[in-house]
């Protein structure tokens, strides 16, 4: 049986001009509190990725976004992480007029972090690597925009 795919948001400060990124620090479990990652979680049943990447911001950030361009693998596939499972990943803003993100129970702490020091912090899994390619493809927005 394949294990459920995720989503998670790269919520950036701005999707015109991105300097910051919003890390999640888990609440749980113990051996993964403290650690960073992208906010999100799994798809339901019947459920569109960006139906359950909507969903999931709002549940474990209480607020909406505004979703941006997908970020593949150099493969054009999406990220491998814990459990076997396969994570799409979408850069996003925070929507016009909608809370500012808080933590719901899911995460300890929200932290906007610049874009060139997300190595500092300590990430969860394969999260490093994925926020790095965020950051590489907030790079390439900058210079467009």
């Not at 294990?3 to 993964?32: G, K």
């Not at 990725?49 to 970020?71: K, M, N, Q, W």
Request: glycine share 8%; with cysteine.
């Amino acid at each position: 049986m394949t294990p459920t795919p995720v989503v998670a948001a790269a919520i950036v400060d701005s999707l015109a001009n991105p300097r910051h990124l919003l890390c999640a620090a888990r609440a749980y479990p113990p051996e993964l509190a403290g650690g960073f990652e992208l906010p999100g979680g799994k798809i339901d049943e019947g459920e569109e990725p960006l139906d359950a990447l909507a969903r999931e911001i709002h549940e474990e950030l209480g607020t909406r976004i505004s979703i941006g361009p997908e970020v593949l693998t150099p493969e054009g596939e999406w990220w491998p992480i814990m459990q076997e499972r396969r994570m799409g990943v979408w850069i996003a803003e925070v929507e016009q007029g909608a809370p500012e993100p808080a933590p719901r129970g899911s995460h300890s702490e929200l932290r906007w972090v610049p874009l060139e020091e997300l190595a500092l912090l300590d990430w969860i899994g394969n999260d490093l690597l994925i926020a790095l390619a965020v950051a590489n493809r907030c790079a390439r927005m900058r210079r467009i925009n």
